[in-house]
């Protein structure tokens, strides 16, 4: 008798190796985020992220590709996918905001590609929940969202910012900070001011 099987979805990430910022946020399942690279040259593709990739591969790098822990409700990995693009969406080159047949709206993200996202037909498979890792939290904040969190001006966070006391990265002319890089900064306060106690007593 065989053991009875159900499909599962997850929700990936395409991101930068360095960094570990997501440029790409999509949901599938089987191999549809490996998908991505192996398929980098098909007619049809979003030209932006084509071009991210063929980047990072040409720098000697990975794309590095992050999943979701399984749903086994295909509504569900659609809800996620689109609340991650939201969420994300200042750093993603994506053109639609996610949630397919089940949020079929017609927003664009600012950038039409009239022959997006065809890549070849794939074998339906089903995927094991032991074969899907649990995705690595993704946090990046911005000024603002950092000065709310140590309750300053947002002044001061890019004044440290672009002095090289709180690690950053910028998009364009913005300002983005990884919440690890953050607290790192933090830790290192509480440091200094519990070395400047010792020295006083």
Request: net charge negative.
């Amino acid at each position: 008798m065989q053991a009875s099987t159900s499909r599962t979805w997850y929700v990936y990430f395409l991101c930068y190796p360095d960094t570990e910022i997501p440029f790409y946020i999509g949901k599938g399942t089987g191999d549809r985020a490996e998908n991505h690279i192996r398929y980098l040259n098909s007619q049809g593709d979003n030209r932006r992220k084509r071009q991210i990739i063929q980047d990072i591969i040409a720098s000697g790098q990975q794309v590095l590709i992050k999943k979701s822990l399984p749903f086994t409700d295909e509504r569900d990995a659609y809800a996620y996918e689109r609340e991650m693009i939201a969420k994300y969406r200042d750093t993603l080159v994506n053109i639609r905001p996610g949630g397919g047949r089940i949020f079929s709206d017609e927003f664009h993200y600012g950038y039409v590609d009239e022959d997006e996202e065809v890549l070849p037909e794939e074998v339906e498979q089903i995927v094991e929940t032991e074969d899907i890792k649990p995705a690595t939290p993704l946090v990046v904040m911005t000024a603002k969202d950092v000065a709310r969190w140590l309750s300053v001006h947002p002044s001061m966070i890019i004044r440290l910012a672009e002095h090289g006391e709180i690690l950053s990265f910028r998009i364009g002319n913005r300002w983005r900070f990884r919440k690890s890089d953050v607290e790192d900064y933090i830790e290192a306060q509480r440091r200094k001011v519990d070395e400047q106690y010792r020295k006083a007593n």
